[in-house]
């Protein structure tokens, strides 16, 4: 198993910077790849952004493309969202998973809550 703990969640007003961590343990975290995602209340959890185990390869939904970017750093078992120009519907708890190639997200963490005010 693959555990993961989300940091660095916050309050930020609106064009403000954030930097999201997520610290994996239990299996090598360089053999999966990782996804960002996030819930805002009352609507389902979307898609933000993701990277392969490598790090050489990442997506990112259009809703955050231009102002996040995601990476990793295999020694460190961590891996990174940096969320830059933030505004307010990127108000959401955000969560960090895990996936082996060619299958779904399998492990999650608990989330970490970003609250973007106007």
């Known amino acids: 198993q693959v555990q993961l703990v989300e940091s660095g969640g916050g309050l930020v007003q609106a064009g403000g910077s954030l930097r999201l961590s997520c610290a994996a343990s239990g299996r090598t975290f360089s053999s999966y790849g990782m996804g960002w995602f996030r819930q805002a209340p009352g609507k389902e959890r979307e898609f933000v952004a993701s990277i392969n185990w490598s790090g050489t390869s990442t997506n990112f939904a259009d809703s955050v493309k231009g102002r996040f970017t995601i990476s990793r750093d295999n020694a460190k078992n961590t891996g990174y969202l940096q969320m830059n120009i933030l505004k307010p519907e990127d108000t959401a708890v955000y969560y960090c998973?895990?996936?082996?190639?060619?299958?779904?997200?399998?492990?999650w963490g608990q989330g970490t809550q970003v609250t973007v005010s106007s």
């Open positions: 998973a895990t996936k082996l190639t060619g299958r779904g997200y399998e492990y």
